[in-house]
């Protein structure tokens, strides 16, 4: 059964860092772009990374220069390097699987920036 299982989310002050990692089971991981999202209390999940099966990159250009998007495919885990968070990077991330038509979504790790 197709698991994607997020970990790494917390509590961190402004301008700190955090390393989300989304494991991933259950489907061909290599064939498969994976992203993350986020969804802020009161908003619509919007997409933060995406990286495809070739490790080509795409960042929100709220995030750029500021988080990183990695794939280990030989543990099926995509990572995100989150740097010089802001209090508006708060929300649920959540971790996308995509291929051709097929699409998962794990459950989500919250993310608190705050001092």
């Known amino acids: 059964q197709v698991q994607l299982v997020e970990s790494g989310g917390g509590l961190v002050q402004p301008g700190g860092s955090l390393r989300l990692s989304c494991a991933a089971s259950?489907?061909?991981?290599?064939?498969?772009?994976m992203g993350w999202y986020r969804q802020a209390p009161g908003k619509q999940r919007e997409l933060v990374a995406t990286?495809?099966?070739?490790?080509?990159?795409n960042y929100a250009d709220s995030v750029k220069g500021r988080f990183t998007i990695s794939r280990d495919n030989a543990v099926n885990t995509v990572f995100l390097q989150m740097n010089s968070l802001k209090p508006e990077d708060m929300g649920v991330y959540f971790c996308?699987?995509?291929?051709?038509?097929?699409?998962?979504w794990g459950q989500g790790t919250q993310v608190t920036v705050s001092s």
């Open positions: 259950g489907f061909r991981f290599s064939l498969y772009a």
């Open positions: 996308n699987a995509k291929f051709t038509s097929r699409g998962y």
């Open positions: 990286i495809t099966s070739g490790s080509s990159t």
